[in-house]
């Protein structure tokens, strides 16, 4: 049996370690000079390889359609990819939220690995190939076209997986052109968004004076004011940019927002608000007593002087500022009222979210094709026979921590297994 798989990231790699493993002759078409180009900036270039916690436990990281990866997941475990790594000496560890890295802080090493492991199977690797159609007979997908060297080829096979990602970071390759292909054979696309993405403030002012802050071990809460909801809260790490939000944290519930009902409407009306909490350990009637100890502290100060402590540097202007209280005021003149004021501020930070950042600067797409169209346990379309998907094309995302790139993984390699077909 003659597979080929259209797009060499992730999935696509996986996809032909498990074709060629089924002794397929197995062809990779990739349109970029290169495999894996996404998969090497991945996790800031040190490649968040997937999530030490239960494969069982990934569908509640996954708002996209979670439950569309049960069979995906049982074929090919966070374990099964550490095991293909390790066999190639790359050695892996966990961090912080169970996230797995390599040990050499490197994506390069991880792709450079995939690639020894194709190799090795004598999967073929075309770059520079740029499939632009498949070749279908009655309702089957038998080839595709695809061109080289500025030269249109036909390329046929029992088996064509489509793997082209999304349409975030193009520079990569990703440009929502499968999901084209899909389209003209009849697939319907899920509206492509961008999910984990940085999201923007109307309170531009204020970020660009926050612009660079990182804020470890805060809280957020995300609301809509318009039905009192609250939407999603976490807790973890944040980072102010010149025009609102991102980090980890903001990322994950960018997620989350993107499905939320008349989102667009509600951003439009400014009724999506953002709260940080930057003392979630102190309720506060704690954080009244670690105020009040820091004034007595610096009770001769002007109030200016006195949150050295108690903030980041950078933040303490514009708490000042949001605070209505004189900074020139003394700290042994401030009322009960407006330390009472300033606590709430620290514990309720208010930003309204204006907007997503444009989806090529999102870390995964949302949408795409629909689950409904492909079976779960095969990644087989249901319209077109010996058409095969894997990977960001599908309508599936998850929330940051290594889960998107395990998505990849295992529907790529269902995809490639031929005895589920």
């Known amino acids: 049996m003659k597979v080929i798989i259209v797009g060499g990231g992730a999935a696509g790699m996986l996809a032909g370690i498990a074709a060629a493993k089924e002794k397929c002759e197995t062809v990779i078409l990739e349109k970029m000079n290169n495999v894996g180009k996404k998969l090497r900036i991945t996790g800031k270039g040190r490649c968040n390889i997937t999530n030490a916690i239960d494969i069982e436990e990934f569908i509640k990281n996954i708002p996209g359609n979670g439950r569309f990866l049960y069979s995906s997941f049982q074929n090919f475990t966070n374990n099964d990819i550490v095991d293909i790594l390790k066999q190639e000496g790359v050695n892996t560890k966990v961090e912080r939220g169970n996230r797995i890295f390599p040990t050499t802080d490197n994506a390069a090493s991880v792709v450079e690995a995939l690639y020894r492991t194709l190799k090795k199977l004598n999967v073929k690797i075309i770059n520079n190939a740029e499939v632009t159609d498949l070749e279908i007979e009655g309702s089957k997908a038998v080839g595709v076209k695809y061109t080289l060297n500025n030269t249109e080829e036909i390329m046929r096979a029992d088996k064509i997986i489509l793997a082209t990602g999304g349409k975030s970071y193009p520079l990569t390759g990703s440009t929502g052109d499968g999901q084209d292909i899909a389209k003209r054979y009849g697939h319907s696309i899920k509206e492509m968004k961008p999910a984990l993405v940085p999201m923007e403030c109307y309170e531009k002012e204020i970020c660009k004076k926050l612009q660079g802050l990182s804020l470890r071990n805060v809280g957020i809460e995300i609301r809509d004011k318009a039905k009192n909801k609250k939407i999603y809260d976490d807790f973890g790490e944040m980072l102010f940019t010149h025009f609102g939000v991102t980090g980890p944290i903001i990322i994950s519930s960018s997620s989350h927002l993107i499905r939320y009902k008349n989102i667009d409407e509600l951003l439009k009306t400014k009724q999506i608000e953002l709260s940080i909490d930057l003392k979630p350990a102190l309720d506060l009637e704690k954080l009244d007593l670690r105020i009040r100890r820091d004034f007595e502290k610096y009770k001769n100060k002007n109030f200016k002087n006195s949150l050295n402590e108690l903030l980041p540097q950078t933040m303490i202007e514009v708490v000042i500022q ?100």
């Open 322 to 421: 949001l605070s209505n209280i004189n900074p020139e005021k003394k700290v042994n003149e401030i009322t009960k009222e407006e330390r009472k004021r300033l606590g709430e501020l620290i514990k309720n930070l208010k930003f309204t979210i204006s907007k997503f950042r444009p989806i090529d600067e999102a870390i995964v797409t949302a949408g795409g094709i629909n689950v409904k169209e492909i079976n779960p346990k095969t990644m087989e379309s249901k319209i077109i026979e010996g058409l095969y998907f894997a990977g960001e094309i599908i309508d599936v995302d998850a929330y940051t921590g290594g889960f998107n790139l395990q998505i990849a993984y295992s529907t790529g390699y269902t995809a490639g297994m031929i005895q589920n077909s």
